[in-house]
């Protein structure tokens, strides 16, 4: 533990969350929708992702959401070649870089401690990357399977179970609900109606609902109490 | 790269993470500014630089965190050549201190990339390594069996060559394929072709400490406050010390507001200057005499009916029919006669440097006449023979400061006081760019300026000497290359290649008419035809690579080259770690290792160290090193031939006949599996070069830099030192010099040099375009090393946010152009857009352009290649051979290409004109 000594106790205690978050209903639940968002953005040339994909529907066919599903399965219909050709033009490649980088850093011109307050939080949450992925830490796959690995964690380790719920909102906050709107409309401008905008679309509303959940979950009583 | 396998169902499954897992959580955590109160540690801190050619070869410390570069730092330990002078640190510039920013940037290449739409569209496809290698291996065996494999090239740049290692493998990768090597040093007109006609030899730089030496430096068509960042300090140090620092440029350089005197010759006129310093220094006998007369051929006596030298066939019938032809004659003043001058009448010049041991040039008891006419009795009867130095006093009287005024523009009393301050002070060195190349009679400016070197005694001493670079001997690089093969390479200068493919014939007499059109060809065909020069363009030219090179950004006779060579190529292939015009027009783009991925050494003669290229972390997305990449390319070629079980084809270089098996080709660029990584190849090339401290690879990455051996002055004097120390081996240890008189030779009697009156050096008026009165200057820039970093944001916005050209305000108010505006740049080549800088520091009649900046970052997508139509400019005496040392010697003498001989307009762009 490396927390500040002294104050650790009224420190904590200023965000609390409360009954509503019923976690161990929503955790898991959520761990296998960022999962299955992870796959779905993941790079094809990186990550197997018709063995993932398909995986992830024999696993957890019952408890993701139509939207996802739908999504997933027209992923595991599409050739390999297909999907590599669509997912690299969009996002990976360009004469003056990708038309839609996936990458947060290079999508939002790279803002100064974009990539510092990543790995700030991956360090802390001992999220540790792999060294061919290590150089992209912005990723927005690798951004989603953070979340996945911390819901997974909340629903699994209750001794620092505030911290894994309290980290996923911050992260959410900080990161992917500030630029992952602004790509879903940057693809439906390129390619309208095709299956990356719609997989964009469809994950910046589902982060924009898990925020928006998780922050109703979330109070601050100290400065409720005007103590803050 | 695959990640961990599926992630599905309660199972924590990570594609990203690494092998060993997660770890546990650091703490509690409360809010996100906790996540700032850990104190930011680095996994690592390795050494490195920047392989660039800006020559600087920085040592910088490189942290790593988390398998990220997020930072980097001047190393700064470098110790001093000598108690007496500076030392060499710190070294680093604003670009370099950028590159942890700009490797992650948008304009990297990080995966292997087929073009699917037209070449320039932008429509790119993400492709394996394997499928790449693959189709390129498979088309260049199809060229290579059908056409031979000279129709396909291999152009490097200075990205490239700079890196030992990778030059190399690039070097390795040519010779067992055979395809040709279109050398750049020629092509970007850096060669120092007077140097090499004059001394036989083109490295002749010192470190930049002995700049501090110097007690007159002239610096000339160089900018070292911008070009030699790390390195400029010298100058003004020397300053501080008392030496007399004079800036010579048209225009007023940030170098020039240190100096303590700037002459601004009017563009192109340098020779006139250097000729009317001559004059001077002549007329007023400040030269050193004793020098002259042992070190070079102005005592040499020439035949006044014909011009040549009096030479040993002319002599006698003994003499006629010798083997040697290098029999040359002074008039000994002490003895009062006709002798063979010392050195001279070797058995095989040039080459012949062993046997030169052997040979001194030592006077003893001779006193050689630099001044008098003697009737000599020859197989023609008596001539009437003279010295060298008569013919230049000769010469240099129709430059007088006075008669040059004109041409230069400069006031004949500065010219005078120039040439006394120069002559007078010992040492005195011309620090000059390789601008001095640049020109078409560049040639004549460096004979010029080496005559005002030689003529003081200046050549050859501490301090002295004209310091373009000095360059490693390759002995260790050639090895590598060669071993278990033999050389095979076909290497050929840029400058003839693209006269052969571009149709350049056509385009000087477009731009400068059918006269000079036709005698440049007509000498041009008649050298290669007389194989003075080779040429390996019988099969035209079909594919191309280009590695560490943006050669769409920079080509003389930009609009030409593209249309005419460029735009027909079968193939093309990119290797690069960032995009750039010429990786945009590519059919693939393979993607390279950035400076802190890779591991190579770099040696640049500014500084007595060797310094490593370390891998700080493991090249970004799919990019590789150049040995890699390499590797990949010829095991695909390997692995292809096997499958269509094509047999090996016998090819002819030079004369040499070369069995090439592609089948094995793999096994070659291994060694037989011996070299496994760029690591091997550093330490083949550490334990092979002279001077290298013998080291390891690893022990040289913990240390960063290394001090080279036989460095402890601020000369390159020893001859087991990794630098070039012919020159001082001449001048101190009196060996021949490798040229044809075994002199510094200043008098060339080829035919073609008497026919253009170039025996000796003369001024001749730059090339103009009828119609356009602007001379165009360029240079390299601050805030970029060629084209790379141009494009960095941050540097961008140091600058004008896009490209500027300056220009004088008189010539800017005559035209209505204001600071800023967006003008039209053209002539009849072609034009491009640029914002108005508007300063007093050009002359009227000039522009000036810092270079390097992609077409791309222009309005209507055209740079300043496209006014420039020199490439075809190929005078006649640059292809002179059968003349001792002159002839087709690669990357010491071959025809520049050059960039200057040419005039431009500029306007006002109307509003749209340039989208």
Known sequence: ?228 | MQGMGAAAGTTLGLHYAAAAGAEPIRGEYRRWEDLMRNKWTWDRVSHGTHGTNCAGTCAFNVYVKDGIVWREEQQGMYAASGRDVPDYGPRGCNKGLRHAKYMYGPQRVLYPLKRTGPRGSGKWQRISWEQAADEIADRFLDLATTHGPQCVTYGSGTQMSIKLASSAALSRFANITGVTVPEFYSGVGDLPTGVFMTLGQVYTGDTLAAVFKARCVLVWMANPAVTRIPDAHFFWEARYNGSQVIAISPEFTPSAMHANLWINPKPGTDTALAMAIIHVILEEELYAAGYIREQTDLPFLVRLDSGEFLRGQHLSLVGKFAVEENVYYIWDEAGDRLVQAPGTGLADPPIGRDRRKFETLELGALRPALEGRWLIDTLDGKVECTTVFELLKRRAAGHSPERTAAITGLNPKLVRRLARTFATAQPAMIYTGYAACKWLHGDMLQRAMLLMLSLTGNIGVEGGGIQFGNAPKMRGLSAFAQADIGPATRMISSTTWDYDHANLKEENRRIYGDELAELFDERYQRSIREDWFPSYSDKGWKMAFFAGENALNWRASGNSWRREAFDRLETVVVLTPDMSVTARHADYVLPIAHHYERADIMLQSRIPYVQVLDAAVPPLGESVDDWEANRRLIAAIARRAKERRLAAIRDEVDGRSVRRDYARALDFYTMGGRIRSVRDVVQYIINTTPGLPKISFEELAARGIVRVDHSEGVMWDHEDAPYHDEIVRSVVHKKPYETFTGRQQFYIDHEWFLEFDEQLPAHREPLRMEGFPLQMLMGHARHGIHSMWRDDTLLVSLQRGEPDIYVNPDDAAARGVADGDLIRVFNTAGEFHALAHLSAGMQPGMVFMYHGWDPAMFRGGTNFSAVIPTGGLIKPTSMAGDYGHLGYRPLAYAPNQTYRDFTCDFEKASAGGAS
């Open chain 1, 1 to 228: 533990m490396s927390g500040p000594a002294g104050k650790e106790e009224a420190a904590t205690a200023l965000r609390v969350v409360g009954a509503g978050r019923e976690t161990e209903a929503t955790a898991m639940a959520r761990a296998r929708c960022y999962a299955a968002f992870s796959e779905l953005t993941a790079s094809p040339h990186d990550v197997e992702v018709h063995a993932a994909v398909g995986d992830r529907l024999e696993s957890d066919r019952e408890v993701l959401p139509d939207a996802l599903l739908a999504l997933l399965d027209e992923l595991l219909a599409t050739d390999d070649e297909t999907l590599k050709l669509g997912y690299s033009s969009l996002f990976e490649v360009g004469s003056e870089g990708p038309p839609a980088s996936i990458r947060e850093d290079l999508f939002s011109g790279s803002k100064a401690g974009t990539r510092e307050d990543l790995i700030r939080f991956y360090d802390f949450f001992g999220y540790r990357l792999g060294e061919h992925f290590a150089w992209a830490p912005d990723h927005l796959s690798l951004q989603l399977e953070f979340m996945h690995f911390l819901c997974y964690h909340e629903a699994s380790d209750a001794g620092q179970r505030l911290s894994w719920q309290l980290g996923q909102a911050d992260f959410a906050a900080r990161h992917l609900v500030n630029w992952v709107p602004s790509l879903a409309a940057r693809v439906e401008s390129l390619e309208p109606g095709g299956f990356y905008a719609r997989v964009l679309a469809t994950l910046a509303d589902f982060l924009l609902a898990d925020l928006g959940w998780q922050d109703s979950t979330i109070s601050s009583p100290a400065e409720e109490s005007g103590d803050g």
